[in-house]
């Protein structure tokens, strides 16, 4: 499931309220040094895109591929459609190359 950036951020206002305030969700997650308070304020209030550290403690990240910002707790779905169309033996054989290729990962 994809998120937009307001999302993701009401998402950690829920977290902070949660935790009792930014330093204590800042500790419980592991982001002690000072400079995390700046980054997580920063976010929080759409100065700045949320870093990924931020994101990881939310149980989000940002798909490197389209840039964006998925639940990493909802799986991927595994289904795949493939339509080919095919002639001859030369192209039912590239049709057969295409989908084991497109299903090998």
């Known amino acids: 499931m994809t998120l ?3 999302q993701a ?3 950690l206002a829920r977290s902070i309220e949660d935790a009792g ?7 419980r997650n592991g ?8 980054a997580v304020s920063k976010g929080l209030h759409a100065k700045v895109p949320l870093r990924a550290e931020i994101l990881a403690a939310i149980g989000l990240r ?3 591929n389209t840039d ?10 595994s289904f795949r459609f493939v339509a080919v169309q095919a002639s001859g033996e030369a192209g039912v054989a590239a ?3 295409m989908i084991s290729a497109a ?3």
């Not at 982001?31 to 700046?38: A, D, K, S």
């Open 31 to 38: 982001l002690v040094e000072n400079y995390w308070q700046t």
């Open 4 to 6: 937009s950036p307001r």
């Open 68 to 77: 964006e910002i998925e639940d990493v707790a909802v799986p991927r779905s």
């Open 103 to 105: 299903f090998s990962d």
């Open 62 to 64: 940002v798909n490197p």
């Open 21 to 27: 305030g930014q330093k204590a969700w800042r500790l």
């Open 9 to 11: 951020r009401l998402r």
């Open 95 to 97: 049709a057969l190359a």
